[in-house]
């Protein structure tokens, strides 16, 4: 199961961090992922950490403006977001898995809202 939290109302400029929360398997061995969906919009892939947080991977969209990291002592993977822009609002999902093995979970998604 994952749970992902920590959305909400944000200026432009702003920061805000998403954690996702993992339980019922052994967090270290799968890389987590956050995707976002605007409305409108297909899924689009944000952000990717491998099972040991030694290697991340980032959209070019994102890059430079969000840190991913994990803490496998508490299951969990935060998703910091800073110089948020409008282009950024949308509903963030984290899933286990990444790209080149595809997504078996997914947490049911936290809305982020970038508007002054």
């Known amino acids: 199961q994952l749970q992902a939290s920590g959305g909400g109302l944000v200026p432009p400029g702003g920061s805000l961090r998403l954690s996702c929360a993992a339980s019922?398997?052994?967090?270290?061995?799968?890389?987590i992922t956050w995707i976002r969906q605007a409305p409108g919009k297909g899924p689009e892939w944000v952000s990717s950490?491998?099972?040991?947080?030694?290697?991340?991977y980032y959209a070019d969209s994102v890059k430079g403006r969000f840190t991913i990291s994990r803490d496998n002592t508490k299951n969990t993977v935060d998703l910091l977001m800073n110089s948020l822009k409008s282009e950024d609002a949308a509903k963030y999902y984290c899933?286990?898995?990444?790209?080149?093995?595809?997504?078996?979970?997914w947490g049911q998604g936290t809305q982020v809202t970038v508007s002054s």
């Open positions: 019922g398997f052994t967090f270290s061995k799968f890389s």
């Open positions: 950490i491998i099972g040991d947080g030694q290697t991340t």
């Open positions: 899933a286990r898995g990444s790209m080149s093995t595809g997504y078996d979970f």
